[in-house]
């Protein structure tokens, strides 16, 4: 049956690209048939540990299609329901909110989209629906065609933690790396271990020759 696992990519540091360097990432990304479009552009206080098909609003964006701004919301729990010892995402529930600033099937109409984006204010990020399986790099690395694969691209206001490898039902801790820009997809079947290369390649570009990866399933 499979699992779903999320993966991330990012730099040693906790580095934020510029708003340019990150809309050429972005934009690299499809033109070299990593990801397929639409694209779509939220902004807000995300948790770069939600689960990307599941609860997150990152999902809500791909999979709802909600009009272009629409406030995008975690599942709230009921106050008297709250646990307050809950352990943080992944392990516990995340908490986001943000508003649907953009979305497109033209690639580069992303750009002044991010242009108008609060961006080093609020957590930013583009989605794509999914990865491309017509490179037959992508193709390769993982088992079928499934366009339940999405990717998002992240760049944090702040500093978040990602685990480097656990699952989210779990009990919380071990090693994590701190976050701002960062590349999360999410598969469910792969013939191959290590970071996707063509994801790799384009992450080393703007990240660097060192990266750092992760994984949440469960």
């Not at 999320?6 to 990432?25: K, M, Q």
């Not at 646990?83 to 992944?90: E, L, N, R, T, V």
């Not at 801790?173 to 290369?197: L, Q, W």
Request: glycine share 8%; aromatic share 8%; proline share 9%.
């Amino acid at each position: 049956m499979g699992i779903w696992t999320d993966v991330f990519v990012a730099p040693t540091e906790p580095h934020l690209l510029s708003r340019e360097d990150f809309g050429r990432l972005v934009v690299d990304l499809a033109r070299e048939r990593v990801v397929r479009t639409p694209w779509a552009l939220i902004a807000g206080e995300l948790c770069v540990n939600a689960c990307l098909n599941w609860g997150s609003v990152s999902g809500q964006a791909r999979w709802d299609r909600p009009p272009i701004g629409s406030l995008l919301r975690s599942e709230e729990i009921p106050e008297e329901l709250q646990d307050p010892d809950a352990d943080p995402p992944p392990w516990g529930p995340s908490h986001e909110r943000a508003r649907l600033l953009g979305r497109g099937e033209q690639l580069l109409d992303v750009l002044p989209a991010l242009q108008l984006a609060p961006y080093g204010d609020e957590d930013v990020a583009v989605i794509f629906d999914h990865l491309d399986f017509g490179n037959r790099a992508i193709n390769d690395y993982f088992c079928y065609d499934d366009h339940r694969t999405m990717l998002v691209c992240f760049a944090l206001a702040r500093t978040q933690d990602r685990p480097l490898s656990t699952h989210d039902c779990g009990p919380a801790g071990g090693p994590v790396h701190p976050v701002r820009t960062c590349i999360v997809h999410t598969y469910k079947h792969a013939a191959e271990d290590g970071v996707v290369p063509p994801i790799a390649a384009i992450a080393t570009r703007y990240f660097g020759p060192a990266l750092v990866s992760g994984e949440t399933w469960g």
